[in-house]
C-alpha cells in the first residue's frame, strides 16, 4: 500500500485477554517502530527493528509486551494479561533510513487504540 | 521518559497570525524532526533540521536550533484553520530511535 497500514484501528479488551496488534509498513522500509501514545501526551518509544531483527527493545514495559518482524516486513506487537495501565494508542512508524547511523524521516499510521476495561 | 518539553502546552490564534512554538531536549542530538498530529489520526513528518544547520525553511515553516541551549523553535506563519493540530518535536541522537516532546495543541480560529 501506499502508507503504513495498522489494525485493528480499535480494540477494546477485558483486563487478563491477550491482544496482538498489527502493523504493514511502506515497501522496502528496512526500519520500523512501535511507539505507545497516553492521551495528551507525546508518542513513547517501545522498540525499533532493522529489517528482522529486533535491535532495541529498551521501551517495552514489561515482558508481557512482546514484538515480532519474522521476515523483516510486517510486525505484530502482542501483548499478555493486559492491565487498564495499558490503555493506550499504539503507534507503528517506519522509515527507509537506518537507525542511529543515518537519520530520516518516520512514517506514521494511523495507530491502534486500545481499550482494557 | 519524554525527552524534550513543548512550549506552551496550547496556544489559540486567529487565522493569519503567526505561531510560534518552542522545544527543549535533553540529551545531544545529531538531528531534530517536527511532526504535526491530527485528532485521532498518525503523525505526519514536517521538517529535519541537522545539528549544524541553524535555520530551515520549509514554505510557511521556519525551524530554528539552538544546539548550546538544547532548544529548537518552529514558526508557522500566515497561519490557516487546517493548520489546527498538535506539533511534535522529536530529537534524533546515538540512540536507535527519535524521542517525542509532549507536544504543544495549536487552535487556529476562523
Known amino acids: 500500500g501506499a502508507g503504513v497500514s495498522q489494525s485493528p484501528r480499535y480494540k477494546v479488551a477485558k483486563r487478563g485477554q491477550d491482544v496482538a496488534l498489527r502493523c504493514d509498513p511502506i515497501s522496502g522500509h528496512v526500519s520500523l517502530f512501535w511507539y505507545q501514545q497516553a492521551l495528551g501526551q507525546g508518542p513513547e518509544f517501545l522498540t525499533y527493528f532493522q529489517n528482522e531483527a529486533q535491535l532495541d527493545k529498551s521501551g517495552l514495559p514489561s515482558d508481557r509486551f512482546f514484538a515480532e518482524r519474522p521476515e523483516g516486513s510486517v510486525s505484530t506487537l502482542k501483548i499478555q494479561r493486559t492491565q487498564q495501565e495499558d490503555s493506550a494508542v499504539y503507534l507503528c512508524a517506519s522509515s527507509l533510513a537506518r537507525f542511529p547511523f543515518n537519520t530520516g524521516e518516520l512514517f506514521f499510521g494511523e495507530g491502534s487504540r486500545l481499550t482494557v476495561l | 521518559s519524554q525527552q524534550g518539553e513543548e512550549d506552551p502546552q496550547a496556544l489559540s490564534i486567529q487565522e493569519g497570525e503567526n505561531a510560534t512554538m518552542n522545544c527543549s531536549y535533553k540529551?545531544?542530538?545529531?538531528?531534530l524532526q517536527w511532526y504535526r498530529q491530527n485528532s485521532g489520526r498518525g503523525l505526519v513528518h514536517l521538517i529535519l533540521?541537522?545539528?549544524?544547520?541553524r535555520e530551515k525553511h520549509s514554505g510557511r515553516l521556519r525551524v530554528t536550533l539552538d544546539t548550546s541551549k538544547k532548544s529548537s523553535s518552529l514558526l508557522i506563519t500566515a497561519s490557516r484553520a487546517a493548520d489546527t493540530a498538535s506539533y511534535f518535536c522529536a530529537a534524533g541522537g546515538t540512540a536507535s530511535k527519535l524521542t517525542f516532546g509532549t507536544g504543544t495543541r495549536l487552535q487556529v480560529t476562523l
Open positions: 540529551t545531544s542530538i545529531n538531528n
Open positions: 533540521i541537522r545539528s549544524n544547520e
